[in-house]
């Protein structure tokens, strides 16, 4: 049987519960949303000619995959002792981030990360701030993150 798949269109995608999401970020950023009607989603994240951080965050059904498929990235994140910690992503790398796990993101310039998001996130929003981490990784300039990972 020959492989021959039917394309199918966003008003059929819609039907189905599929919505299309994207969105220009302040930092820059620009993300390209595709989400499920259970709040499951895919993410695909552009960054901006200039290094930046996302916002502090974390969610309480979601479990959030990020790959790095070009540049890099900084991981910081809230660990289970409450002792904040950062780590350097490169191309093909990837991480895991469980629900209740206080994370951010620095993206260096123009790169591409890949966001998968699932878990039954349906009953409204699912994410909520978090104000420590953010005081924390905001303290990093790109300069900064620069000296301590990339340039080894």
């Known amino acids: 049987m020959k492989f021959c798949p039917k394309k199918i269109s966003i008003e059929e995608a819609t039907k189905d519960g599929i919505k299309l999401n994207f969105d220009q970020m302040n930092n820059g950023e620009k993300r390209y949303r595709l989400v499920g009607p259970d709040g499951s989603g895919y993410c695909r994240t552009l960054g901006s000619n200039k290094g930046a951080w996302q916002n ?33 992503l490169k191309e093909g790398q990837s991480v895991t981030v469980l629900p209740f796990v206080h994370h951010n993101v620095f993206m260096s310039p123009n790169s591409v990360v890949h966001t998968v998001k699932c878990g039954e996130t349906d009953r409204g929003a699912d994410w909520f701030p978090s104000e420590e981490l953010d005081d924390y990784t905001k303290s990093f300039s790109e300069e900064d993150l620069f000296k301590l990972f990339v340039n080894i």
Do not use: F, M, P
């Open 56 to 88: 502090s965050h974390y969610h309480k059904a979601a479990t959030e995959i990020y790959i790095v498929q070009s540049g890099w990235i900084i991981y910081g994140e809230i660990d289970h002792s409450k002792n904040c910690k950062l780590n350097y």
